[in-house]
């Protein structure tokens, strides 16, 4: 395949610019304020994250999960914990998760540890969920090879349409991600852009801007 030159692509960012004195001193708060912002800008998805892992043999992989809920607790996402990302966490519970908003041209970044829900938080997300996702989550056996892809749409498809509970399996619901950093970029015209990192001392969060 001919090699394809994407210098061209450039886009001017905006004219927001970001300083210590508007920063909120709690980065939960200052997530909560650009979340919400992105929520009512960004056309699609402003809950989906990229959550990068890493194998034990620090080997890291990336992929986009949906935050479901966040608080001063953390960030929760539900999955398979016997998929890809799962077995990484168990090995090595250091991730990284990161937003990217471009309408408003934000970027946060937040490393920490991930540790599982508790079975009851699993449940709840579990049956709020539609019967279809339920029986899909149920039967899927996330990241392993998939054979016959109309033999599971067929399961899907049974086990949705059975009355009856759909049992959650063990292997699936949350991971809980505790902050140990949140880093905050804003893009801005003439690639000044502006970052600020939270790091905690003492439990007390401390903003430190950074080069661009
Ligand atoms: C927009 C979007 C949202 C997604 N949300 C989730 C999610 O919340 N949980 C999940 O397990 N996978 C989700 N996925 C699928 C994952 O990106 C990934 O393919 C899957 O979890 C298997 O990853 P793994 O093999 O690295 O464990 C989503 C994908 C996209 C594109």
């Known amino acids: 395949m001919e090699e394809k030159i994407l210098y061209h692509l450039r886009k001017d960012y905006s004219k927001i610019s970001l300083d210590t004195e508007h920063l909120n001193k709690d980065p ?12 009512s800008q960004e056309s699609q ?6 959550l ?16 479901k809920s966040f608080s001063k607790q953390g ?12 077995k990484d966490i168990e090995e090595n519970p250091n991730v990284s998760v990161l937003f990217f908003w471009p ?6 970044r937040i490393e920490g540890f991930a540790k599982k829900t508790s079975q009851k938080i699993s449940e709840n997300y579990f049956y709020s969920r539609p019967r279809e996702s339920q029986a899909s989550s149920a039967l899927s056996m996330q990241s392993a090879p998939l054979e016959q892809r109309e033999s599971f749409d067929n399961s899907v498809k049974t086990l949705a349409g059975n009355p009856g509970k759909i049992i959650k399996p063990k292997h699936w619901g949350g991971y809980n991600i505790t902050p140990r950093t949140f880093e905050f970029w804003q893009g801005r015209i003439g ?9 905690q ?3 007390i969060w ?6 661009p």
């Not at 939960?28 to 929520?39: I, K, T």
């Not at 309408?103 to 946060?108: D, N, P, Y």
């Not at 401390?206 to 080069?211: A, C, G, M, Q, V």
């Open 28 to 39: 939960f708060v200052q997530f909560g304020e650009w979340f919400d912002n992105a929520l």
């Open 45 to 50: 998805e402003a809950n989906a994250m990229i």
């Open 52 to 67: 990068s892992t890493s194998s034990i043999s620090g080997k890291p992989s990336s992929r986009v999960v949906l935050l």
């Open 75 to 86: 960030f929760v996402f539900f999955t398979n914990y016997n998929s890809k990302k799962g």
């Open 103 to 108: 309408s408003a041209m934000r970027q946060i």
């Open 191 to 199: 690639r000044s852009h502006d970052r600020f990192l939270y790091t």
């Open 201 to 203: 001392e003492n439990g």
């Open 206 to 211: 401390k903003i430190t801007p950074l080069y």
